[in-house]
């Protein structure tokens, strides 16, 4: 299953809303998970079943979608924010991952 | 503390087989498959097996089939990843990773630098 993310990149301030989308090339339902990643760092996981937002991840970070079309929505993006974020299928082997946005302040 | 703790940077010639280790701890080490997935620096995420701590069993990606082996060792709760025959664009960060089909890969190890040149 090939996973389409996009943008591959952007440019945001401060407070902005921020929004990734990243599409299924077959139905997966809702077996997608988002992460962050920053430089030099393991990925660290923000939401699991496509909405479901991990413990101890801010409540700014959701996730939504079914099916092949997800996305990823950061309400007032804090300075923390700024890293890669990329998208995981966990419906079929092999897994397979989104390219990632690089999120970078403006 | 639950985490998992990888082995060092290993640097490796063309041909050679490297072999990188996944320490687990602070959870029951049987009770989760252990992913190995790696990046290409600059790029994005490959992923490669799975192990199944508390059987042996294992998945492995068609891209490596016949190329890399998965083993674990409960007494030490350590999982491994084997990979023969390095090329260059092997050079890669590997990570292991606990994950589940339900709810992501909630625990990675910090990853392993294998940089593979002549």
């Known amino acids: 299953i090939q996973m389409t993310q996009s943008p591959s990149f952007l440019s945001a301030s401060v407070g902005d809303r921020v929004t990734i989308t990243c599409r299924a090339s077959?139905?997966?339902?809702?077996?997608l998970a988002w992460y962050q990643q920053k430089p030099g760092k393991a990925p660290n996981l923000l939401i699991y079943?496509?909405?479901t937002l991990q413990d101890g991840v801010p409540s700014r970070f959701s996730g939504s979608g079914s099916g092949t079309g997800f996305t990823l929505t950061i309400s007032g993006l804090q300075p923390e924010d700024f890293a890669t974020y990329f998208c995981?299928?966990?419906?079929?082997?092999?897994?397979?991952f989104g390219g990632g946005t690089g999120v970078e302040i403006k | 503390q639950v985490q998992l703790v990888q082995s060092g940077t290993e640097v490796k010639k063309p041909g050679a087989s490297v072999k990188v280790s996944c320490r687990a701890s602070?959870?029951?080490?049987?009770?989760?498959?252990i992913h190995w997935i790696r990046q290409v620096p600059g790029q994005g995420h490959e992923w490669m097996a799975w192990?199944?701590?508390?059987?042996?069993?294992?998945n492995y990606a068609q891209n490596y089939q016949g190329r890399v082996t998965m083993t674990r060792d409960k007494s030490i709760t350590t999982a491994y990843m084997e990979l023969n025959s390095l090329k260059a664009d092997d050079t890669a960060v590997y990570f292991c990773?606990?994950?589940?089909?339900?709810?992501?890969?909630?625990?990675w190890g910090q990853g392993t630098l294998v940089a593979v040149s002549s």
């Open positions: 077959h139905d997966i339902g809702t077996f």
């Open positions: 990773a606990r994950c589940r089909h339900a709810s992501g890969c909630d625990l």
């Open positions: 079943a496509s909405s």
């Open positions: 602070g959870y029951r080490f049987d009770s989760y498959y």
């Open positions: 995981q299928q966990l419906s079929t082997y092999p897994l397979t």
């Open positions: 192990i199944n701590p508390y059987t042996g069993g294992t």
